[in-house]
């Protein structure tokens, strides 16, 4: 089963997107994002499978 993920995709898209074409730093995006910085690997792993996926 699943784990049920509280961000929508569209959120991990644009998140990747601002990480990859630094936009913004990983720092950052969890700031503005209202995320714990105990997420920042998160944003890395996200950016690792966007970089497959596009």
């Known amino acids: 089963m699943p784990r049920y993920s509280p961000y929508r995709a569209e959120q991990k898209i644009q998140t990747?997107?601002?990480y990859l074409c630094g936009v913004r730093s990983v720092s950052?995006?969890?700031?503005d994002s209202g995320m714990s910085s105990k997420n920042e690997m998160t944003i890395y792993k996200w950016g690792d499978k966007y970089k497959i996926w596009a």
């Open 28 to 31: 950052q995006i969890c700031i």
């Open 16 to 18: 990747c997107e601002d």
